[in-house]
């Protein structure tokens, strides 16, 4: 028999409003398996037990009361901690923010409590959203990392502790925990997810994201998340995605054209990628191809580097200049390397990421998706860090929508993702070409 925290949210949802659930068991049952498993994983900065029970016990008088309910009713999310709560911490995994406690709620949060989530805690990250490691481990195997910089995210759904959680993008921080802990990750257009409330690390690239166990789940949060804000002044004026509806569509019917590409970032995939890689372009059939990418995008990696090394010292210079005891030695690398960069080189950069966005667009001029790994191949060992990001960074670079499939496995029998990529502005027809490739595959 499934046990509740094994459900997904749709499933779950389904459940509550059919009466076969309540959100008082799911919460339970939830939390009894993050008690059994956090010795191992390690998922959580923050847990309110009493709080997340008070909260589905309203949530289950709502429903017996017949008052109005939301999407996400009595289902409980998970929050990196750079997202703010005013009702929890939130401490950026810094020593230097201990215990601080936000006066308002960002407003990924407010929107999620409207809808009836209920935030369970707050899930681990590397220090800032760098890449110092923090306490998680990968719920396969504790050995290994479950990624960066939104380790416990991906690891809390991953090991089923919760089925829904919110992490960050600033280089590779959504994508990659994704397929290293073997669930669905998105990372959508830029400026579609408020980040009014998420404590900066680079501007220009920061993209808030979704971790779920099915494409469904993911949807059902994107329309709760996917609103504009003011507050967010980099906020784009295409309409919603509506995500939910896209997905209840199914999968495109005429297969879509499929562009595999390798580019400058294959050179980092582990020697047993390109076989994986090779049979997946066979599965797929005539609609796969394999593309070469232009010589511009050879320049985009370090194009992304500057850009947010650039704004990484604009946001945490200050911390390492006056409390650099309480900053881990690898924030302090980053943020020197921040500091050689020349405004010369950093107005470079931007102006060479408008040619690399619009060389990203051409692409989609002659395919509808492209596929590419998620990361060079499984999460390496703990000890070596959260793994690379150079899969991740283009994308995140050009801003388009991203999806993780988790659908391959490495030689130690960890999991691996495919990344499928959309062009900008299009959720909703990536969620459904991403839909054909996983039924295909």
């Known amino acids: 028999m ?43 900065i923050y847990l309110n037990p009493e709080m997340a029970r008070a909260a589905a016990d309203e949530a289950d008088r709502i429903i017996s009361a017949g008052e109005a309910t939301g999407p996400l009713h009595g289902i409980p999310v998970g929050l990196k901690d750079i997202i703010d709560t005013k009702d929890m911490p939130t401490e950026q995994g810094s020593d230097l923010f201990k ?12 929107l999620l409590r409207d809808a009836g989530a209920i935030i369970m805690g707050k899930t681990v990250t590397t220090e800032y959203a760098l890449t110092a490691a923090g306490k998680t481990r990968n719920p396969h195997n504790p050995d290994h990392t479950p990624g960066g910089s939104s380790s ?6 991953a090991d089923q502790q ?12 959504m994508i990659r925990p994704a397929s290293f802990c073997g669930v669905h990750g998105f990372k959508p257009t830029f400026g579609t997810i408020s980040r009014a409330g998420m404590h900066p690390l680079a501007r220009p690239l920061d993209h808030p994201g979704i971790y779920a166990r099915s494409l469904e789940d993911i949807a059902l949060m994107g329309d709760v998340l996917m609103s504009k804000d003011p507050l967010d002044l980099d906020m784009r004026g295409h309409p919603k995605a509506n995500l939910v509806e896209a997905v209840s569509k199914g999968a495109v019917e005429t297969p879509p054209r499929i562009a595999f590409v390798k580019g400058p970032m294959w050179e980092a995939a582990e020697p047993y990628m390109g076989a994986l890689f090779e049979d997946i372009v066979k599965k ?14 050879d320049d985009a990696l370090n194009c992304h580097s500057t850009i947010m090394l650039a704004n990484i010292v604009a946001n945490l210079g200050d911390y390492i200049r006056d409390t650099p005891d309480k900053v881990h ?9 921040g500091n050689g960069i020349a ?38 060992k703990h000890v070596e860090g959260t793994g690379n990001a150079i899969f991740q960074k283009l994308w995140t670079l050009t801003g388009v929508p991203t999806l993780t499939l988790p659908k391959l496995q490495g030689p130690n029998g960890l999991p691996i993702g495919i990344q499928v990529i959309g062009r900008f502005g299009q959720d909703a027809t990536l969620f459904r070409n991403a839909m054909w490739i996983e039924n295909a595959l």
Request: aromatic share 2%; charged share 25%.
């Open 329 to 337: 030695k690898e924030t302090i690398r980053r943020v020197a390397q």
């Open 99 to 110: 215990g601080r406690r936000p006066v308002t709620d960002s407003t990924m949060t407010r």
């Open 284 to 297: 797929l059939g005539s609609t796969a191809r394999k593309v070469e990418m232009a010589g511009i995008f």
């Open 162 to 173: 919760i089925p829904l959680s919110i992490g960050s993008q600033t280089g590779g921080s």
């Open 152 to 157: 416990g995210s991906a690891a809390a759904v």
């Open 2 to 44: 499934t046990k509740a925290n094994e459900l997904t949210a749709s499933a779950a949802q389904a459940a509550i409003r059919a009466g076969d659930l309540t959100s008082r068991q799911l919460i339970d049952a939830c939390l009894d398996h993050t008690q059994q498993r956090d010795d191992d994983v390690g998922a959580w």
């Open 343 to 380: 405004a010369e080189d950093y107005v470079k950069a931007i102006e060479l990421s408008d040619t690399v966005d619009a060389a990203v667009d051409h692409m989609f001029e002659h395919c509808d998706v492209i596929i590419t790994p998620a990361a060079p191949g499984e999460a390496p």
